[in-house]
């Protein structure tokens, strides 16, 4: 974009013969129309990576909640449950060693099917045990879901197609904006800040895309606090 600007700048210094009043006139409008384009683009952009890092942090908060709600079920059925809540204390611990709680990780995956294996393994008579017993299987099987759909929607929604589109459209906004200011160390200056500025605002909305990591991320607290519930 800074580059583009001064461009811009040299090229109305170099090109000082032509009628100036219609060049500047249909340069602005040209950039009239990709300013309101980059406006709507970038509009679109923000509220995708907004419902995309709420929806990353509603997955994670429900995933914490099915493991508190398994451990309970299966801290109700007593010390044949015990390896199984030792498994899924770890299963937490493991995740929460990474930066990335939910990623793909094959020793936290390796610790959550031992905990699965657990929890089918076990085996009551008393029918109030077993109805027990049958709300720990289903609740596994969901923490299993619950698990795979974070891991499945962590990925960015933003089109690099776009990212590129929106970079070339900027670089051409700051191309007219130069052509037609004069060439003094003030406006250098200002294009220089604005283009930091709008660089740094592109990297937070790309960084919000990404909830698990970067800069901008969903919170490990709900597992953190999950971990402190099963050491009670």
């Known amino acids: 974009m800074t580059g583009a600007a001064?461009?811009?700048?040299?090229?109305?210094?170099?090109?000082?013969?032509r009628p100036q009043s219609e060049v500047h006139a249909t340069i602005g409008l040209v950039a009239n129309i990709l300013v309101v384009m980059t406006?709507?683009?970038?509009?679109?952009?923000?509220?995708?990576?907004?419902?995309t890092f709420e929806e990353d942090n509603?997955?994670?908060?429900?995933?914490?909640?099915?493991?508190?709600?398994?451990?309970?079920t299966l801290k109700a059925l007593g010390p044949p449950a015990g390896e199984a809540r030792r498994q899924i204390a770890e299963y937490v611990r493991v995740s929460l060693r990474e930066a990335?709680?939910?990623?793909?990780?094959?020793?936290?995956?390796?610790?959550?099917?031992?905990?699965?294996?657990?929890?089918r393994s076990m085996r009551f008579s008393d029918e109030q045990q077993i109805?027990?017993?049958?709300?720990?299987?289903?609740?596994?099987?969901?923490v299993v879901r619950d698990r795979w759909i974070t891991v499945d929607q962590s990925g960015?929604?933003?089109?690099?197609p776009l990212i590129v589109m929106l970079v070339v459209w900027l670089a051409t906004i700051f191309a007219s904006f130069g052509y037609q200011a004069p060439l003094n160390r003030i406006v250098a200056v200002s294009f220089v800040l604005a283009?930091?500025?709008?660089?740094?605002a592109l990297y937070l909305i790309l960084d919000m895309d990404q909830p698990l990591?970067?800069?901008?991320?969903?919170?490990?607290?709900?597992?953190?606090?999950?971990?402190q519930h099963f050491q009670r």
């Open 131 to 142: 109805a027990l017993w049958n709300d720990a299987r289903q609740l596994y099987r969901q």
């Open 39 to 51: 406006s709507l683009a970038l509009g679109l952009m923000l509220n995708s990576v907004k419902n």
């Open 195 to 200: 283009a930091l500025l709008i660089s740094a």
């Open 213 to 227: 990591s970067g800069l901008v991320k969903t919170s490990n607290a709900p597992f953190e606090r999950a971990l």
């Open 156 to 160: 960015g929604t933003i089109p690099p």
């Open 58 to 72: 509603r997955n994670i908060h429900a995933l914490a909640t099915d493991l508190i709600l398994l451990d309970r």
């Open 6 to 17: 001064f461009v811009g700048l040299f090229g109305a210094t170099a090109g000082k013969g």
């Open 100 to 119: 990335n709680i939910v990623k793909e990780d094959p020793d936290a995956e390796a610790v959550l099917d031992a905990a699965g294996a657990s929890v």
